[in-house]
Every structure is written in structure tokens, then in C-alpha cells.
T-cell receptor, first 114, second 109 residues
Framework: DAGVIQSPRHEVTEMGQEVTLRCKPI?????LFWYRQTMMRGLELLIY????????DSGMPEDRFSAKMPNASFSTLKIQPSEPRDSAVYFC????????????FGNGTRLTVT | EDQVTQSPEALRLQEGESSSLNCSYT??????LFWYRQDPGKGPEFLFTLYSAGEEKEKERLKATLTKKESFLHITAPKPEDSATYLCAVQARDDKIIFGKGTRLHILP
């Protein structure tokens, strides 16, 4: 079991640039979640998908953020244009469709916007 | 609005000094409460799921308990390798999983 795979591990970019974060969930998992973690706000849910369909994106901060899941094995989170306040660690997590199954997290992407 | 509050924010213990971490929650229709451990530079790692008030789960030096309003993570005779951030999360009816801000635990040798 390879676990949830995120890339890149670190991203440093300048304000105004487009940033794309990538996630490969565990094979067979029906749900995929994107979270953002900062010291001030902890882990915030941004969006989650069920069977590749976005279910709730109410946590997406603003229109600069978008997420897609074109197939069961790949998802992206895009920020365009990026701003310094977007600096955080972004986590992807997946779980099965079983009732109360736990989330399995990737090791995150640390984003720094200068 | 669903909410999870953890206390204390940080805790320093001597090796062998037992203590408890608290997670209080308000959620509409609790489907499950989860405890995770997070080490620096890593993603959260699943520890326990609790489903209903009165339930308890154990793993090595950790024991999690659940009431209708809160959960406790009891740490018995901790070791330095238990140092980590411990996160609590709840799942409501709508499949959202909401996390608390965590407790940073440091065990001194």
C-alpha cells in the first residue's frame, strides 16, 4: 500500500503566480479531501469529493482556489493568482466509502508564497 | 455550526507522568470521533475511532474515551517517543470531517 501521494513536497513561488498541487489517493478509496494547515487556524477543510464529484467546496477561501478530480486516481488543487497569505501546508486525504472509515493523509505540500 | 475544541494547546510532561488531553465538540448527528497523531513534517496518522458515548479504545499507552459532549485521550506512563501533536476530529451526518487545532505534547526524558 503506497499510501496517499502528494507532490511537490515543497513549493516556493512569487505572489501572483499560479500554483498547482497534486494528489494521488489510495486505490479503492471513494472519498478525497483537501485540507490546509496553519498554526493559527489548524487543519481547515477546503473541499471534498465522493466518486470524483465535488460534494462540498464551502471551505474554499475564494475564487482564486479551484480543485478538480478528473479520475479516481488523481486530484489537483490550483491557486491562481497566489498571495502570501496562502502560505501553509496543504494536505490531501482519502478514505473508503465504509461508514466511519478514517482518513488516510499524505505528507503534505508546504507552500511558501513570497 | 459544527465545532471541535481541544485543550490544552500544549503540554509538557516528564517521562512516566500520566495525563489526559481533552476534546469537546458540538456537532449535529455525530457519526464518529477520531483521534490522530501528527509528527513534524508528516501528515496526521490515524489512532482511534469512537462511535458512541461510553465507548473506549486502547493502544499501547493511549486510551480514548467518549461522552456525549467530549472525548479524552489518556496517556499512561508516556515515553519521549510519544511526543507529537494529537488531533481530534468529528464526522457529522454530511460526511464532513472537522478537526480541532490539536494539543502539542512534549515528553521530557
Amino acid at each position: 500500500d503506497a499510501g496517499v501521494i502528494q507532490s511537490p513536497r515543497h513549493e516556493v513561488t512569487e505572489m501572483g503566480q499560479e500554483v498547482t498541487l497534486r494528489c494521488k489517493p489510495i486505490s479503492g478509496h471513494d472519498y478525497l479531501f483537501w485540507y490546509r494547515q496553519t498554526m493559527m487556524r489548524g487543519l481547515e477543510l477546503l473541499i471534498y469529493f465522493n466518486n470524483n464529484v465535488p460534494i462540498d467546496d464551502s471551505g474554499m477561501p475564494e475564487d482564486r482556489f479551484s480543485a478538480k478530480m478528473p479520475n479516481a486516481s488523481f486530484s489537483t488543487l490550483k491557486i491562481q493568482p497566489s498571495e502570501p497569505r496562502d502560505s501553509a501546508v496543504y494536505f490531501c486525504a482519502s478514505r473508503t466509502g465504509d461508514y466511519n472509515s478514517p482518513l488516510h493523509f499524505g505528507n503534505g505540500t508546504r507552500l511558501t508564497v513570497t | 455550526e459544527d465545532q471541535v475544541t481541544q485543550s490544552p494547546e500544549a503540554l509538557r510532561l516528564q517521562e512516566g507522568e500520566s495525563s489526559s488531553l481533552n476534546c469537546s465538540y458540538t456537532v449535529s448527528g455525530l457519526r464518529g470521533l477520531f483521534w490522530y497523531r501528527q509528527d513534524p513534517g508528516k501528515g496526521p496518522e490515524f489512532l482511534f475511532t469512537l462511535y458512541s458515548a461510553g465507548e473506549e479504545k486502547e493502544k499501547e499507552r493511549l486510551k480514548a474515551t467518549l461522552t456525549k459532549k467530549e472525548s479524552f485521550l489518556h496517556i499512561t506512563a508516556p515515553k519521549p517517543e510519544d511526543s507529537a501533536t494529537y488531533l481530534c476530529a468529528v464526522q457529522a451526518r454530511d460526511d464532513k470531517i472537522i478537526f480541532g487545532k490539536g494539543t502539542r505534547l512534549h515528553i521530557l526524558p
